[in-house]
């Protein structure tokens, strides 16, 4: 099992342009969830989605889209970047929202 | 406001030297609280979970702790491959239940 896997691994945006993060777990989870990691700030939550066909509003969800396309995928949307949107991106997954997350390797994106 | 609070920010052992990192934590209505270890360039990777004040759990050199206030990771004559970052977060009985995590704590140990 790949448990969760995320793409692309690197990417560098110039302001003003838009991206898709992509997610996808093979775990048969019902939670997903995106965190952005900067340098002192720790894990912060920007959307999730308890199931399938929910998404709801974390800590940071500014600037960001998300979509539930199933129960595997979870994707995140940056319609236009900007610089303060350059950090690591995780994408993680659990069985509910009770048990353990498992995160996928990340996303650094540059924003200049 | 909820909030969680690692201490120390970073700690550097020799081999061999035990020591323990704090995780404190003002929240209400706690469901869980997990520890996770990160690597530089990788996501991070689960460790354990506590429920309850009083319990316990191992893995190899690490021993995680709970009280209703605080918990503990203790590192039992660490090795240099036990260098990491190590993170907790706590899921609450209300709200979103998703993890909010603390920033972690920076560990190296030297050979």
């Given at each position: 099992?790949?448990?969760?896997?995320?793409?692309?691994?690197?990417?560098?945006?110039?302001?003003?342009?838009?991206?898709?993060?992509?997610?996808?777990?093979?775990?048969?989870?019902n939670s997903m969830y995106w965190y952005r990691q900067d340098p002192?700030?720790?894990?912060?939550?920007?959307?999730?989605?308890?199931?399938?066909?929910?998404?709801?509003?974390?800590?940071?969800?500014?600037?960001?889209?998300?979509?539930?396309?199933?129960?595997?995928?979870?994707?995140?949307?940056?319609?236009?970047?900007?610089?303060?949107?350059?950090?690591?991106?995780?994408?993680?997954?659990?069985?509910?929202?009770?048990?353990?997350?498992?995160?996928?390797?990340?996303?650094?994106?540059?924003?200049? | 406001?909820?909030?969680?609070?690692?201490?120390?920010?970073?700690?550097?052992?020799?081999?061999?030297?035990?020591?323990?990192?704090?995780?404190?934590?003002?929240?209400?209505?706690?469901?869980?609280?997990?520890?996770?270890?990160?690597?530089?360039?990788?996501?991070?990777?689960?460790?354990?979970?506590?429920?309850?004040?009083?319990?316990?759990?191992?893995?190899?050199?690490?021993?995680?702790?709970?009280?209703?206030?605080?918990?503990?990771?203790?590192?039992?004559?660490?090795?240099?491959?036990?260098?990491?970052?190590?993170?907790?977060?706590?899921?609450?009985?209300?709200?979103?239940?998703?993890?909010?995590?603390?920033?972690?704590?920076?560990?190296?140990?030297?050979?």
């Open positions: 099992n790949a448990g969760v896997t995320q793409t692309p691994k690197f990417q560098v945006l110039k302001t003003g342009q838009s991206m898709t993060l992509q997610c996808a777990q093979d775990m048969n989870h002192g700030m720790g894990l912060r939550l920007i959307y999730y989605s308890a199931s399938e066909g929910t998404t709801d509003k974390g800590e940071v969800p500014n600037g960001y889209n998300v979509s539930r396309l199933n129960k595997r995928e979870f994707s995140l949307r940056l319609e236009s970047a900007a610089p303060s949107q350059t950090s690591v991106y995780f994408c993680a997954s659990s069985e509910d929202r009770a048990t353990e997350a498992f995160f996928g390797q990340g996303t650094r994106l540059t924003v200049v | 406001e909820d909030q969680v609070t690692q201490s120390p920010e970073a700690l550097r052992l020799q081999e061999g030297e035990s020591s323990s990192l704090n995780c404190s934590y003002t929240v209400s209505g706690l469901r869980g609280l997990f520890w996770y270890r990160q690597d530089p360039g990788k996501g991070p990777e689960f460790l354990f979970t506590l429920y309850s004040a009083g319990e316990e759990k191992e893995k190899e050199r690490l021993k995680a702790t709970l009280t209703k206030k605080e918990s503990f990771l203790h590192i039992t004559a660490p090795k240099p491959e036990d260098s990491a970052t190590y993170l907790c977060a706590v899921r609450l009985d209300t709200g979103r239940r998703a993890l909010t995590f603390g920033s972690g704590t920076r560990l190296q140990v030297q050979p």
